[in-house]
């Protein structure tokens, strides 16, 4: 398991299995495994390692990495992910978003967008944020939607590992753009941080380098939510 | 012994990997056979209505799960397995359901954000629901993963409900001893964990 800063300097993070089920010991509501390697490597995220953390998880999995078909995904929830994110294979085909929504139900279906601040608008980016495309984040958005995605994980590349806050203008031009449920990711500091991007609209937020680094726990950042009334699963 | 039925639909593995982490002794039934026999049944199930429906016919659960039924053989159905026991679901074009329970599968009013994903609390009704019901005493939090609810259901069946964007709609059904759940409880921690022992503790003292 690794993590990094702006999806660069990855560091190993140790055993992914045990660490997954660290963190729903702990009170984590979802598991999400990315393999952002995979695309770059091109390779399917690795399936003998998601079905490991599945057969050990109580508690829902969400997988990404490297899915450029309808058989790629069906494999990985096969191996027990319950959701799938896609990103790179969305971009360059997106007709495979409605392929795997008619197979598998758009519930199953996770768009991944990694986003880059630009010159007045949000641009995405592929292969793990290691190439640009010429699209916006909002028009990305929009036409996943209508071609069949039921979630977004939504990444800001900028503030990746930073644990400087999410991105919430990100967030909220998101937002502005579907009802679909949206994942928060790349920024987390604190709980504050998250309770922030709960308040910009996110159905859930990600948090990594917080964790993976031992500065907070889960319990506790879900203790905070309570605290200021947020209706979640207690830990 | 739980019989899981095997829809060939993909979740098939959260459920038995979730039994046998409770240790609760199973087996996946992948068609109906002569002389299956099971203390309960388990019907998981994702996708759509029409598909999962054809599915249970051409593995002939469509005739085990009524005669299991009339036998009195406990069954449970999660999510789509749930919605599969109504009489009828009108997605992707509609379909006949198997009719353990009255009412149809509907989607879920355009008011409400879909697909409703996430955690959400399950209340169930007032009154004594029997023993797998107390293992939601605390209106826990479960797991779900959907965009249609059951609705039209006849008086008593609605055991427990949840509430999404104002909406509420029945998180368990029941009737004799059919059980029907909207949410996973398989992928639902602790608080699924101890819904799935109590049905099976159940089931075993029922069939005794």
Known sequence: MVKGRSFENLVDQGDPVARALAYERDGADEICMLDISASNESRLALLEVVRRVARGLSIPLVVGGGVRSVDDMGALLAAGADRVSINTGAVEDPDLITRCARRFGRQAVVVAIDARRGDGRYGIETHGARRARELSVVDWIREADRRGAGEFLLTSIDQDGRQAGYDLELLAVSRAATRRPIIASGGAGDARHVADALAQGADAALLASILHEGRHRVSDIKAYLVSRGEEIRSA | ?208
Request: hydrophobic residues 45%; charged residues 20%.
């Open chain 2, 1 to 208: 012994m739980i019989g899981v039925l095997n829809l060939g639909l993909s979740n098939l593995s959260s459920v038995t990997d979730c039994l046998a982490r409770l240790e609760i002794p199973h087996r996946v039934v992948d068609r109906d056979a002569p002389g299956i026999d099971a203390d309960a049944f388990i019907l998981p199930g994702v996708g759509a209505f029409p598909a999962g429906r054809e599915r249970l016919a051409e593995r002939g659960f469509d005739v085990l799960l009524p005669r299991a039924v009339a036998a009195g053989v406990p069954v449970l159905g999660i999510c789509l397995g749930m919605q599969l026991m109504f009489q009828y679901g009108e997605e992707d074009g509609g379909a006949e359901g198997l009719g353990l329970f009255e009412g149809r599968v509907t989607r879920l009013p355009d008011s409400v954000r879909l697909p409703h994903i996430g955690w959400n609390r399950v209340q169930p009704v007032k009154g004594d629901a029997g023993p797998v019901l107390a293992a939601l005493e605390d209106e826990p939090h479960m797991y779900f993963v959907h965009d249609y609810r059951a609705e039209g259901l006849s008086p008593g069946t609605e055991l427990a409900s949840t509430e999404h964007d104002g909406v509420r709609f029945p998180a368990v059904c029941g009737r004799a001893r059919v059980l029907g759940v909207q949410f996973h409880p398989e992928k639902s921690g602790p608080a699924g964990a101890r819904f799935i022992t109590a049905f099976a503790r159940w089931a075993v003292e029922v069939r005794a």
